[in-house]
């Protein structure tokens, strides 16, 4: 099966710093990547979604971007965090009709 | 679009009391379902799934059916346990490579001893 490594797990920026959060993938290739953000007691917000390396498609126009340089890394961005960019953010793998598999996430806490 | 609706929560029940967890969902062909669990703090874990009409997936003491006819996906479980409480997705996903998992909005889920 897949194992989905996610850093840092926790995170406290000051507005307007950039970001960068990692996601990696064990245990397959070529596989499906998505980044969601998760509002406290929310649901699933996707944000982006990838089918191969460099191939992103942006889900909700903001603040952020994504680039997948490799086939198994994907990469949340943003220049200059926002107040509302706070959330839990969860990267997650999947192919086909199988299963999604899901990291750990990030908390975001923007400040 | 391909879309899935959940009851909204929060549902509380007490330990030992059926739980049932409303899911359906509007699709073209014949999606895979799944229910996904999210324990505090942590990412999502896949709970159970079905990839066709009338299948049965289970796991620890959940239960859901794959009802074609009323596109439905109910999640059940006879008798729930504190450990239990967490937050429950709904999801599917159509055997294409274009495709993308769709989830719904989730269901918390609290018991009480």
């Known amino acids: 099966s897949q194992t989905i490594h996610q850093w840092p797990a926790t995170l406290v920026q000051p507005v307007g710093s950039p970001l960068s959060l990692e996601c990696t993938v064990e245990g397959t290739s070529n596989p499906n990547l998505y980044w969601y953000r998760q509002a406290a007691g929310r649901g699933l917000q996707l944000l982006f979604y990838s089918v191969g390396i460099g191939q992103i498609s942006s889900e909700v126009p903001q603040n952020l971007s994504a680039s997948r340089p490799q086939d198994r890394q994907f990469i949340l961005s943003s220049k200059k965090l926002l107040l509302s960019d706070s959330g839990f953010y969860l990267c997650a793998s999947e192919q086909g009709n199988t299963e999604a598999f899901f990291g750990q996430g990030t908390r975001l806490t923007v400040v | 679009g391909d879309s899935v609706t959940q009851m909204e929560g929060p549902v509380t029940l007490s330990e030992e009391a059926f739980l049932t967890i409303n899911c359906t969902y509007t699709a073209t062909g014949y999606p895979s379902l799944f229910w996904y669990v999210q324990y505090p703090g942590e990412g999502l874990q896949l709970l159970l799934k079905?990839?066709?009409?009338?299948d049965k997936g289970s796991n620890k003491g959940f239960e859901a059916t794959y009802r074609k006819e009323t596109t439905s996906f109910h999640l059940e479980k006879g008798s729930v346990q504190v450990s239990d409480s967490a937050v429950y997705f709904c999801?599917?996903?159509?055997?294409?490579?274009?495709?993308?998992?769709?989830f719904g909005s989730g269901t918390r889920l609290s018991i009480r001893p």
């Open positions: 999801a599917l996903r159509r055997y294409s490579s274009a495709s993308k998992i769709i």
């Open positions: 079905a990839t066709k009409a009338d």
